[in-house]
């Protein structure tokens, strides 16, 4: 499932972490054969037409039907649903490489995400039904104690900006958490970049694609910024997400409503966990496993 020979102490040396740290985000080698980025597209087609592994509700409910056939679509806990995108978006392989990058011992899944930017083709570049708009994942997430979370972005084709690649805004996580940064369901890419960028930031927009692969990842801190526009190909744009957090990772106060807060019960009390099934534990599997080279996700 996994690349053989993923080793991932020889893969996250020195100078990916310093680059992760110093860029807000790091694009991995392809990390998943072919034949796992095939399942997993195959996942995406079940999950959509609402062919479920298990007929649990997520608490986002299952996928919507998007009346607009060109709008992004998103379901969120998809791992509730689907065990190939279980597999992958709670692996120890990506739990380890987290575990490096986020510099934590143990690592939970916080959600993750399926995602599809259909393709509106050559001509519909004005077509903002599949954008994603410039946003840090932490300003949808403040209710969680810790500004140290890790999204990994799994390419299930090749991916640049022709068919709508995330773009990443170079440095940004040392800006801190922006005011109005929760915008992952909004479109005009130019506006909010006029709104963010006249903020108090300590560095320029530099705005780079996020160019991968099949079966490679890029891991981005939550402070980042990062969104996409629209997908000019004839082809539908997957992915899966995992966003990834601190073993030890909370509750904290803050007016924001998250669906993950339903977890925590009707009295939160702030440094309280999100632990147990809804968060797996990514990282370490189990201290008594052997690393995730050595059979991939099982
Ligand atoms: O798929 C995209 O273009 C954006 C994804 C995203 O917001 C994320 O991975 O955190
Ligand atoms: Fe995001």
Redesign the pocket.
């Known amino acids: 499932m996994v690349v053989k020979g993923t080793d991932v102490d020889a893969l996250i040396n020195e100078d990916v972490v310093a680059e992760y740290r110093d860029r807000g985000y790091w694009r991995s080698p392809r990390l998943f054969d072919r034949e796992t980025t095939a399942l997993l597209r195959r996942a995406h087609e079940r999950l959509w037409s609402g062919d479920f592994d298990h007929p649990i509700p997520s608490q986002y409910g299952p996928p919507r039907d998007e009346p607009d056939a060109a709008a992004v679509r998103q379901q969120c806990n998809a791992f509730w649903l689907n065990d190939d995108i279980r597999a992958v978006t709670t692996s120890p392989l990506l739990g380890a490489i987290g575990a490096r990058l986020m510099d934590v011992d143990e690592v939970r899944l916080w959600h993750d995400?399926a995602?599809t930017?259909p393709g509106v083709g050559a001509g519909g570049a004005a077509v903002t039904a599949g954008n994603?708009g410039w946003?840090q994942?932490y300003g949808h997430w403040q209710c969680s104690s810790s500004t140290n979370m890790c999204?990994a972005?799994i390419a299930l084709q090749d991916t640049d900006l022709g068919n709508?690649a995330?773009r990443t805004i170079v440095g940004s996580h040392r800006w801190g958490l922006l005011e109005d940064s929760a915008n992952?369901g909004k479109k005009d890419l130019a506006g909010l970049k006029a709104r963010l960028s006249k903020q108090d930031i300590s560095g320029a927009w530099i705005d780079e694609p996020c160019l991968l692969r099949e079966g490679e990842v890029s891991f981005?801190h939550c402070l980042t910024l990062?969104?996409?526009g629209p997908n000019l190909s004839d082809t539908a744009r997957l992915?899966l997400?995992s966003?990834m957090m601190p073993g030890d990772t909370g509750y904290r106060r803050s007016p924001q409503y998250h669906p993950n807060m339903l977890f925590l019960g009707p009295d939160a009390r702030p440094g309280q966990p999100f632990a147990g099934p809804y968060f797996p534990v990514m990282w370490p599997r189990d201290r008594t496993a052997p690393p995730p080279t050595a059979g991939g996700p099982a």
């Open positions: 995400q995602v930017k994603i946003h994942d999204t972005w709508g995330m992952f981005h990062h969104g996409s992915c997400i966003h």
